[in-house]
């Protein structure tokens, strides 16, 4: 049985998994494919493997991808091959949560103010500090990251009303409603967050319309993919003023080019996606792995957190 | 009866207490004392008056302070005259708890680097974010404030260890000790905030040696009093990184002089003295008085939140 990582762990994580199975041959290999023929199973972020790896390989059963976003994968060779897929759904959930509450704290209590007085070596107590508390917050995409954002966001007093597909109860949402009626809702957000994934119906999903439903003091807040809102659309949103803020963690074109407008707009905080980022990634990743892979060797063919290629999460 | 305001509501405030009593004589008066003598009940932030003023009134029986800090106050000319003082103990909750959890997610999460590199238009992703989650957080003065603080430390999976004088057990405190003992919690503390009133038992309370045994990786928050620490110990301990950061939201001296090293200094935050700013401030204040008031008019002689003069809070 050989377990190919195509990225690395730390040593100690090695060991750990070294330690937990002395039967398994671990390759621990960063940009380097030669193991992916013989590999029975493949770890990767999931942005690696081209539709000519999957066909190299003979013995693949099981793509592990560490990571959330898998639109980046060989979608229909892997299903051609009839390989499972599963993600770490959730483990971004504590790190994102805290970004998406960071960003809207911070500009809510005033800091980008605070520390530019600091800089300029001001004594100013002019800030428009305003609160969280007592605001509405409509999430888009009210999953584990989502619900997690929606969790932290009751303990702060604020109302948060989920966005999917369906419309169908989410946790931590006061209330929901379907992609096809936030325009309804919008108009009575303060906050506006998204976590969406990369599919079919969440590319271009916001329009102009959309910005302009909502509230001139809105934060917007994307913290999902970069193509939920076409660069152009948000531009013109920020450079017309629809909303106050705008927090970007993802865009249409990654990095961000250095002629873009948006670097030198106060009314945007750009995030060069890192939101998810986080000391205890990997760490938290093995555990999800490990007991799988236990099973896995057991016999168990449907590791936890399974990806459906065709739907795309 | 006369009620003295020496600050000044909104006019739509100033209507709202207008309304609802219309036998008062309400005087709304800014840096004008010409009313002290003739007022029944004043309404102050508790930084103007002075024990001159106290023996100046006649029929003062009642001073409702719309703030937390009562130390500028003349603590004997009001206690020689039996003048009952109350305060608004606990509308500085939410906006302080939320300036607490601003400052601690932005520097876990980073955001002063992100912040930076988009004003030199760098797409840089090598934040060194970690996470709140995990943490300990020690607070001193676990009351209103502070347990309000506990509470939400809680909700992002922050132990909490509560520090104040008698070590009795306070709301949203997953622990206590008392003073004499913070040294033996210090070194296992991620954080460290204070929101102590200043009282001779506050006074200096910490020392050298308290941030001595502090975690190298630790954040100081001070949104309490200068006094709690002499600023030539703060200033020493971050200059030798004794901890990580200090979030200085009060000082020995305001406004901190232009000269004072802190402004400079990367592992100091400059927050001045804003962190209870917020727009529903005098709002709620109202909401703690009105009721008070018609009590008082009723023939009540207690208001709620009454302070002790002698204790300090």
New interface residues.
Partial sequence: MEVLFTFLPRDNQQERLRAEFPEVNFQFLYKDKTHLPKADIVVTYGEDLTAQDIESTNNLKWIMVASAGIEKMPHAAIAEKGIVVSNVRGIHK??MA??A???L??L?????F??D??RK?E???K?K?????GSTAIIFGPGAIGSEIG??LQ???VHTIGCNRTGKESESMDEMVSFNNSLNVLPKADIIISVLPSTKETRHLLKAEHFQAMKETAIFMNLGRGDLVEDRIMLDAMQNNEIAYAVLDVFEQ???P?NHPY??MDNV???????S????YVERALDVFIPNLHAWLSGAKTPTNPVDMERGY
Avoid: C, M
């Avoid at 809510?108 to 980008?112: D, F, G, I, M, Y």
């Avoid at 905080?269 to 939101?275: F, G, K, Y």
């Avoid at 980022?277 to 205890?280: D, E, L, M, N």
């Fill in positions: 504590t790190p805290e970004s509450l960071a960003h704290l911070s809510k209590r005033a800091l980008p605070i520390y007085n600091q070596k004594w100013n107590r800030t500090s305003s609160e969280l508390s969790r932290l303990a702060f007093g990654e990095p961000l250095d670097w030198t905080i750009i995030s060069p996606h890192v939101s980022h986080s000391g205890k």
